[in-house]
């Protein structure tokens, strides 16, 4: 029952050597009344070899290149914050250009409006999903109309002011269609 036991008590511990030199070496100077010894010393630390030295010398290059590409990274942000500054004082002086002159782009709503009067319809029908021949015609004709007034639009805006896919105003704008 005793090995039983100490089997199950083992059964997870770590095996201690109790002859390993070192734990012996201070046994046997306790007997003695001697100091015991000391831990091994320190092995003297060896000066870099030539490929070490080799290759913190590479580091410290390396360091230096990062540094400069650093520095390099900073003026071009500064110029590029300069660039956008200049950009919208620019931007800015346009507004105040065009608010003051007025409005200088017609707008598609009231080309949508004039083109719908003309054709004796109203807004709703032409912006609307009817397809009969004369309709396409009259939305075909303010979507082109829209088009020379408005060439800062493209076919994705024009589509989305006329409730359209933008193949249809790709479409109007080829001429293909009624006329």
Known sequence: MAEVARRTLERGLPRLDMYAPELRARLLSQRAGLDPPRAK?????????????ALIKAARTMLAEATADRKRAAETLADARAMAATIL???????????????????????????????GMTLAALLGPGMSSNLVAARYEAIRQAHAARPDLNPGALGRLFRRDRTIILRALAGKGPE
């Open 41 to 53: 010393p320190k092995p003297p630390t060896p000066e870099p070899a030539e490929g070490a030295q």
């Open 89 to 119: 004082a620019e931007a800015r002086q346009s507004v105040r250009i065009v608010t003051d002159a007025g409005t200088a782009l017609p707008s598609v709503a009231e080309i949508q409006q004039a083109v719908a009067n003309r054709h």
